[in-house]
């Protein structure tokens, strides 16, 4: 990944970012609001040996600084706290002495500051006050050599014992700061993570590089969707709507030399909303005046009827085993010339009834009769009808739904398609999550609310096509059969 890969990342995910730094900035109140305050006194050594002469002075120098970083231990060490707890009424023993005491030395210097820290202001004084009396006895024994009476390093108190106004802890503005910090970076580390992870198709760069085809559309999400699925009323100047119309234009490109008829919508998986798509193509074919046929050869789980408000019981198996005539089945929909073959009876032979001889026949005769024919199909990844019939039409059309598609289940689908010897036009990406400028350029571009023609499709009572092939379809074999 690029620089501007994680910039995008964190700025997709924003909201993670966010939220894991209001989350670390909450914390950090409470532990702020919760912690006792903590007093600090502190107390300053000198540490010098004695000398005579500049030369004596300088090796003294450095002798007690070698001296003074050794007495950072000797602080902290259990001789001086049980001396400190046994002269002093400080009221605590030796090892809770031990850990309120810390030491530095201070740089290039022969000073040594220790400092106590409590809970007790008063009481952290009165510790200083016993460490700056036991410290200098403790330092005279330890360095006096033996059968001597002077010690050979002395060590005097300069500053304090003092203990400081304030608490040096908790320090909320310290906090506050280091946990929006902390938490902003983790935040923008769990976003370029999770961008990392999320293998899912987002973007139709993303589809187009998954799965190694044009983008035919790139339907945006909207929320009206759910409830209004189909492209009337207002919801055809959506920009839901203008993206259906551009997958029409493009769908009208795809071979320059032959234009393709007969279209198969499928998807890799189910509920990416083929169903809708393949619906709202054939109301926009039919809006710029050609003469569709929709079939809903998801004959496993037919959804177009409903979609609809169509009868479907009586559709394309019952057409396929000879049942009833094609021209029987067909029902008008709206006031153009679009007309839907609903999936009828659920066979228990799908892929076989879907693979026959009469499927590529029907196929064939609706191609002839009709400007379009859009065929609605079963997920690829789940069963084989779809394969299957787009082997018999002119291509097909894959649907994924942004966030939801892995690239590995797209490519797999692709392989599905080409494994039949099948034409795959391109891909949709639907639900696509476009920016403030997709609304802008379908707003800009669109035609205002007072100059819009009313919508060209309304939904009608269905009524069979008693026209709607020149010559009746019919399946011998499947008429003996019945």
């Known amino acids: ?39 600090a006194a502190s107390v300053t050594f000198f540490v010098s040996t004695p000398s ?85 006895e403790l330092v005279a024994v330890i360095e006096t050599p033996p059968g001597g009476t002077a010690p050979t390093v002395r060590v005097d108190v ?100 032959r234009r393709a008829r007969c279209v198969v919508v499928t998807s890799a998986l189910p509920d990416e909303g083929k169903s809708t798509i393949a619906c709202n193509l054939a109301i926009v074919l039919a809006e710029a005046g050609h003469r569709v046929l ?3 050869a998801d004959v496993r789980r037919p959804k177009l009827a409903g979609y609809l408000d169509l009868e479907g019981a009586v559709g394309l198996t019952n057409v396929l085993v000879g049942q009833v005539d094609l021209e029987t089945a067909v029902q008008r929909w709206g006031d ?22 009469q499927m590529a026949r029907l196929l ?10 859009v065929v609605d199909t079963s997920p690829l990844l789940v069963v084989t009808d779809a394969a299957v019939v787009a082997s018999r039409a002119d291509g097909a059309v894959l649907v994924t739904r942004a966030g939801k598609t892995t690239v590995a289940q797209v490519q797999s689908a692709v392989l599905a398609i080409e494994a039949v010897s099948a034409r795959l036009f391109g891909c949709v990406l ?6 403030a400028g997709d609304g802008y350029s379908y707003a800009y571009y669109g035609t205002r609310d007072a100059e819009r023609p009313r919508p060209a499709l309304r939904p009608l009572t269905a009524e069979p096509a008693r026209k709607a092939v020149d010559k009746p379809f019919t399946v011998e074999a499947g008429r003996r059969g019945g």
Not at 1 to 30: F, G, H, I, N, Q
Not at 244 to 251: A, G, P, Q, V
Not at 336 to 357: F, H, K, M, T, Y
Not at 430 to 435: D, F, V
């Open 1 to 39: 990944m690029e620089l501007r890969d994680y910039v995008s990342a964190v700025r997709k995910r924003w909201w993670l970012v966010a939220t894991t730094a209001c989350l670390a900035l909450a914390a950090a109140v409470v532990v702020t609001a919760t912690a006792a305050p903590t007093y």
């Open 52 to 136: 005579s002469g500049v030369t004596d002075a300088y090796q003294g120098g450095l002798f007690s600084q070698q001296r003074a970083r050794s007495y950072v231990t000797l602080v902290t060490s259990d001789r001086l706290a049980r001396a400190v707890a046994a002269d002093s009424d400080v009221g605590l023993d030796a090892d809770e002495i031990k850990g309120r005491l810390s030491a530095r030395t201070v740089p290039d210097t022969v000073l040594l500051d220790v400092t106590v820290v409590d809970t007790d202001s008063g009481r952290a004084l009165r510790i200083a006050q016993a460490v700056a009396t036991e410290f200098a």
């Open 158 to 257: 300069v500053t304090g014992p003092r203990v400081g106004a304030e608490p040096v802890s908790p320090r909320p503005v310290r906090n506050f700061g280091l946990a929006l910090l902390l938490g902003l970076i983790v935040g923008a580390a769990a976003a370029v993570l999770r961008d990392i992870l999320d293998t899912t198709v987002r973007s139709a760069s993303a589809l187009r590089q998954a799965a190694g085809k044009a983008i035919l559309a790139a339907v945006p999400l909207d929320p009206r969707a759910k409830d209004e699925p189909l492209l009337l009323e207002d919801a055809a100047w959506s920009p839901r709507g203008e993206a259906m119309r551009h997958l029409r234009t493009n769908l009208q490109f795809v071979d320059p030399d």
């Open 294 to 296: 929709l079939v809903d």
């Open 336 to 357: 153009r010339d679009l007309w839907v073959l609903a999936s009828g009876s659920i066979p228990p032979n799908p892929s076989e009834l879907l693979g026959s001889q």
């Open 364 to 373: 064939a005769t609706v191609s002839e009769s009709y400007d379009y024919v």
């Open 430 to 435: 639907n639900a696509a999550k476009g920016g």
